[in-house]
């Protein structure tokens, strides 16, 4: 299994700045993954961080709205850039590996004013 | 693409009754499916899985089964308590390679369970 941590739990942020989210791993993961859950919504997966390399993107999410980062095995960061009150959402970060089941963090209740 | 349709909430019962949680799938493969739980204040924890048709995953007295036929993979408990109370979350992945863990969720369900 693996502990998945992310920081912070949840933050207030004004229109126009930008948010990053830390993602953390008790163990080495081969996929890491970061999902948005809006209010009242099911999941919906923002894209697939890459270890050293640009992340893989989900139809209607960007690199320039959502800038992910993966520098080793256990660690990644989303960034959430230019915020307006349509972001405000709940943000997961997700890993495992090939053959097992995926993990969860406890996410990030972002609240953009 | 992938879709997940569960039934919507929220879903109050006494303790004791049973549970159904409806949750049919459209894919183009063969998916694995997957049922998540994420209780007030924590993360989704995986309740249960099934990796292929007729398998029935089972945990902490929920069970559900994948069948290929109705596309569904419904999850039932005969006997709720109040400490299941939580919101259920119904999701397939499509096999193979980097995108097993590509999970599609449905909306979620909250389970209320009233002493």
């Known amino acids: 299994s693996a502990v998945i941590s992310q920081k912070p739990s949840r933050d207030i942020c004004q229109r126009g700045t930008s948010l990053t989210i830390q993602c953390q791993v008790d163990s080495q993961v081969t996929m890491m993954f970061w999902y948005r859950q809006q209010p009242g919504q099911s999941l919906t997966l923002i894209a697939t961080a890459n270890q050293g390399s640009e992340a893989t993107y989900e139809s209607g999410f960007v690199i320039d709205k959502f800038p992910i980062s993966r520098p080793n095995l256990t660690f990644s960061t989303l960034t959430v850039s230019n915020m307006s009150p349509e972001d405000s959402s709940i943000y997961l970060c997700?890993?495992?590996?090939?053959?097992?089941?995926?993990?969860f963090g406890q996410g990030t209740r972002l609240t953009v004013v | 693409g992938n879709s997940v349709t569960q039934m919507e909430g929220p879903v109050t019962l006494s303790e004791e009754a049973f549970l159904t949680i409806n949750c049919t799938y459209t894919?183009?493969?063969?998916?694995?499916l997957f049922w998540y739980v994420q209780y007030p204040g924590e993360g989704l924890q995986l309740l249960l899985k099934?990796?292929?048709?007729?398998d029935k995953g089972s945990n902490k007295g929920f069970e559900a089964t994948y069948r290929k036929e109705t596309t569904s993979f419904h999850l039932e408990k005969g006997s709720v308590q109040v400490s299941d109370s939580a919101v259920y979350f119904c999701?397939?992945?499509?096999?193979?390679?980097?995108?097993?863990?590509?999970?599609?969720f449905g909306k979620g369900t909250l389970l209320t369970v009233n002493p």
């Open positions: 894919a183009t493969g063969y998916p694995s």
């Open positions: 099934a990796t292929k048709a007729d």
């Open positions: 997700s890993g495992g590996h090939l053959n097992t089941e995926a993990f």
């Open positions: 999701a397939l992945s499509e096999k193979g390679g980097g995108s097993n863990y590509k999970l599609t």
